[in-house]
């Protein structure tokens, strides 16, 4: 089965810098584009960057553009999210989603993992 499983979640100050992991298993990684998405409480999920099979090709969201770089390591099957700058309403839980499509992961949960919690706080 798909595992997805997210870490590095945590609290920081505005300004900071959290790198997010996301650990797959039960599929063939180095075939899939990858995903992030984040959630608020209260509000609907939101696409954060893309990530193409081999990592040449990304995409990111305005709000994040500068700020955040997304990364994959095939060997490992894992993606990384860098997150630089952050600002209090990048507060979110941030998920890793098995999908490049971005309206296929945010109309669909079964593609994310559990997530990790994001906190941006003074």
């Known amino acids: 089965e798909v595992q997805l499983v997210e870490s590095g979640g945590g609290l920081v100050q505005p300004g900071g810098s959290l790198r997010l992991s996301c650990a797959a298993s039960?599929?063939?990684?180095?075939?899939?584009?990858m995903t992030w998405v984040r959630q608020a409480p209260g509000k609907g999920p939101e696409w954060v960057s893309s990530?193409?099979?081999?990592?040449?090709?990304?995409q990111y969201a305005d709000f994040v553009q500068g700020r955040f770089n997304i990364s994959r390591d095939n060997a490992r099957n894992t993606i990384y999210l860098q997150m630089n700058s952050l600002k209090p309403e990048d507060t979110a839980v941030y998920y890793c989603?098995?999908?490049?499509?971005?309206?296929?992961?945010?109309?669909?949960?079964?593609?994310w993992g559990q997530g990790t919690q994001v906190t941006v706080s003074s």
């Open positions: 989603a098995k999908s490049w499509n971005e309206h296929v992961v945010l109309t669909s949960r079964q593609y």
């Open positions: 039960g599929f063939i990684f180095g075939s899939s584009g």
């Open positions: 990530i193409s099979t081999g990592g040449f090709t990304t």
